[in-house]
């Protein structure tokens, strides 16, 4: 009977916790949506994918900090979008792939510390900018927003194993653009 | 060595490149946030739509778990009656006298059937339900009334002495079935009280039946031809 009590306040509890993020959210997140979708009914469709995404992770959802939620919001909304356009139209993903020589390159000189140490924030945020949404999502999911893999495999629809690999990739595309970035500065 | 700091170097990127990501989606965010130009005008449908959302997935997370936690005391119910019931399996074999206890019940009497009282010992109670019925009037000596079984068409008494020795009498009526032993028995013809009866016998044991126009009579026991006849022709009301 306990049981039943506790389990039930807790239904009730996360229930309460999502329409809040809801109210408190919804307009801006209606508004993002409106701009990438042109259209009054994705966006409505945008929102609805959206809290889906965030009912099927809410244990995750609920340990963000409030002063970040904002951004996932935006997040979720994006990530949403790239979902209804794979859904709609069938496209698949638009990645611009690492050269393989770039790669066997890197392999061979994985040095991510002086990567580092030579660029700075603007070099970084010019290197993200071909970076597929996908992988943005994933970046973001586990280092700001604390999401285990499985949690932002099931936010972004794709299996666990998915999510280290778009991490990888993320890291070497990176690493590639940043060194290919020094490069061009010589 | 190197390889374990190379992978701290490029968690370090990543987590730079994940807040200057998270800093861009807060920028959108205020941006969007300040803007009054944008409206919904389906807002109204939209709250009903994703509130409804929300509250459906309660409905759906509270039946899974009530189904959950059912399943969980289902199985820990069922072990339990299973230990309960092997208990009173092992107990209703072995002890005899929780068998006894157990057999002692009682139905009340709706139209068609008269008490029925299973009991261990003979006593006045017995007696009197008898008092309508055939029974022997003669019992081999050391025998009394052990067990009963009384209905309006059939009487069951098991007659015991000192010795845990028992023989059975029974009578009902000739549109019942009832199934004796006959295979490798001797076959003996004999009349009780006018009414025509065979004895089977095997190894000292006998079963006497004979039959009147409503009845079938049943004695049955370890004894002899002798004694069985004479409780067989003791029988009456």
């Known amino acids: 009977m306990t049981i039943a009590i506790i389990t039930s306040i807790k239904d009730e509890n996360e229930r309460r916790f999502i329409e809040e993020l809801y109210v408190k959210h919804n307009k801006v997140m209606w508004k993002y949506a409106m701009s990438l979708t042109k259209n009054k009914d994705e966006a409505d469709e945008l929102i609805q994918i959206s809290f889906e995404?965030?009912?099927?992770?809410?244990?995750?959802?609920?340990?963000?900090?409030?002063?970040?939620?904002?951004?996932?919001?935006?997040?979720?909304?994006?990530?949403?979008?790239?979902?209804?356009?794979?859904?709609?139209?069938?496209?698949?993903?638009?990645?611009?792939?690492?050269?393989?020589?770039?790669?066997?390159?890197?392999?061979?000189?994985?040095?991510?510390?002086?990567?580092?140490?030579?660029?700075?924030?603007?070099?970084?945020?010019?290197?993200?900018?071909n970076m597929p949404d996908k992988y943005k999502t994933v970046l973001k999911l586990k280092y700001v927003h604390?999401?285990?893999?499985?949690?932002?495999a099931k936010t972004i629809g794709v299996q666990t194993n998915s999510v280290r690999m778009y991490k990888t990739r993320a890291l070497r595309m990176l690493a590639v653009r940043l060194k290919g970035s020094e490069c061009n500065e010589k | 060595m190197k390889n374990n700091f190379n992978d701290e170097y490029g968690e370090i990127l990543l987590r730079k490149a994940a807040i200057l990501l998270s800093e861009e989606d807060k920028k959108i965010y205020e941006k969007f946030q300040n803007d009054e130009t944008i409206v919904n005008p389906n807002q109204e449908e939209l709250d009903i739509k994703i509130l409804g959302m929300i509250k459906d997935y309660e409905k759906k997370e509270k039946r899974k778990k009530n189904f959950i936690l059912?399943?969980?005391?289902?199985?820990?119910?069922?072990?339990?009656?299973?230990?309960?019931?092997?208990?009173?399996?092992?107990?209703?074999?072995t002890v005899e006298a929780f068998k006894v206890t157990v057999l002692n019940f009682i139905?009340?009497?709706?139209?068609?059937?008269?008490?029925?009282?299973?009991?261990?010992?003979?006593?006045?109670?017995?007696?009197?339900?008898?008092?309508?019925?055939?029974?022997?009037?003669?019992?081999?000596?050391?025998?009394?009334?052990?067990n009963t079984f009384i209905t309006d068409v059939r009487v069951e008494i098991l007659y015991a002495n000192k010795n845990n020795e028992i023989f059975s009498y029974s009578y009902f009526g000739t549109d019942a079935e009832t199934g004796?032993?006959?295979?490798?028995?001797?076959?003996?013809?004999?009349?009780?009280n006018g009414f025509e009866g065979n004895i089977f016998s095997k190894d000292g044991h006998r079963i006497l039946v004979f039959n009147s126009d409503e009845y079938i009579f049943v004695v049955d026991g370890y004894m002899t031809q002798a004694e069985i006849i004479k409780v067989a022709e003791s029988i009456k009301k």
């Open chain 1, 53 to 129: 995404k965030i009912i099927r992770c809410i244990d995750a959802v609920k340990k963000i900090n409030c002063c970040k939620m904002d951004s996932y919001m935006v997040s979720i909304v994006r990530n949403s979008y790239y979902t209804l356009l794979v859904k709609k139209y069938k496209e698949k993903e638009n990645i611009k792939d690492i050269d393989s020589a770039e790669l066997a390159d890197l392999e061979s000189h994985d040095d991510y510390e002086s990567v580092l140490e030579k660029n700075s924030t603007s070099d970084i945020i010019s290197a993200l900018e």
């Open chain 1, 146 to 152: 604390e999401f285990d893999d499985e949690q932002i």
């Open chain 2, 70 to 93: 059912l399943k969980k005391v289902s199985l820990k119910v069922a072990v339990f009656i299973g230990v309960l019931a092997i208990g009173f399996a092992i107990t209703f074999t």
């Open chain 2, 107 to 146: 139905f009340e009497q709706k139209e068609k059937f008269t008490l029925i009282s299973l009991s261990d010992n003979s006593n006045g109670d017995i007696q009197t339900k008898l008092d309508t019925k055939y029974y022997p009037h003669y019992l081999p000596e050391g025998y009394e009334i052990k």
């Open chain 2, 180 to 192: 004796i032993d006959t295979e490798n028995r001797t076959i003996t013809n004999v009349g009780i």
